[in-house]
T-cell receptor
Framework: NAGVIQTPRHKVTGKGQEATLWCEPISGHSAVFWYRQTIVQGLEFLTYFRNQAPIDDSGMPKERFSAQMPNQSHSTLKIQSTQPQDSAVYLC???????????FGPGTRLTVL | QQKVQQSPESLTVSEGAMASLNCTFSDGTSDNFRWYRQHSGKGLEVLVSIFSDGEKEEGRFTAHLNRASLHVSLHIREPQPSDSAVYLCAMSPNTGNYKYVFGAGTRLKVIA
């Protein structure tokens, strides 16, 4: 079991560019979560999928951020027109069910110059 | 919304001495608490999950929960330099809520 896989581990973009972050959940896990971690705000919930369907995106910034889960083996978080304040570590987690233990990936460190 | 405060912000202990970390929360309705460890550049590793008042031990890690005093703690027995990391407490506001609320973390350094 490789655990939750996130790629890339590090991404540097210029202001205004697009960034796409990938997450491969643990095989058999039906729930996928995205979190953002910054020094100032700590760890914040962004969005959640269950059986590939978007269930809760209440933590997602309303503009420029979108998440998808086209199949059970991966989810993407896309940030359009990146801004310096988007710089953070983006963590993906998966679990067997909505309320089961969440297992976290290593994160993608996004730096927007 | 549930708020979580962790203390201390940083802690240095000698190898083999007990390390104690604290977490306080804003209301007592939560019943689902976890302690995670995050090594630099790594993801979160769950250490202990606790769902009722009292004590829960997982190896060298023991969590104590007291919802009446809005407090959950983590004690690390015989810490080693490899335990140096950021420790995060997390709770879901109530049963069946998947949105964990995290504390800001305690940075632990264990010196040999």
């Amino acid at each position: 079991n490789a655990g939750v896989i996130q790629t890339p581990r590090h991404k540097v973009t210029g202001k205004g560019q697009e960034a796409t972050l990938w997450c491969e959940p643990i095989s058999g896990h039906s729930a996928v979560f995205w979190y953002r971690q910054t020094i100032v705000q700590g760890l914040e919930f962004l969005t959640y999928f269950r059986n590939q369907a978007p269930i809760d995106d209440s933590g997602m910034p309303k503009e420029r951020f979108s998440a998808q889960m086209p199949n059970q083996s991966h989810s993407t978080l896309k940030i359009q027109s990146t801004q310096p304040q988007d710089s953070a570590v983006y963590l993906c987690a998966s679990s067997l069910g909505s309320y089961a233990e969440q297992f976290f990936g290593p994160g993608t460190r996004l730096t927007v110059l | 919304q549930q708020k979580v405060q962790q203390s201390p912000e940083s802690l240095t202990v000698s190898e083999g001495a007990m390390a104690s970390l604290n977490c306080t929360f804003s209301d007592g309705t939560s019943d689902n608490f976890r302690w995670y460890r995050q090594h630099s550049g790594k993801g979160l590793e769950v250490l202990v999950s606790i769902f009722s008042d009292g004590e829960k031990e997982e190896g060298r890690f023991t969590a104590h929960l007291n919802r009446a005093s809005l407090h959950v703690s983590l004690h690390i027995r015989e810490p080693q330099p490899s335990d140096s990391a950021v420790y995060l407490c997390a709770m879901s506001p109530n049963t069946g809520n998947y949105k964990y609320v995290f504390g800001a973390g305690t940075r632990l350094k264990v010196i040999a």
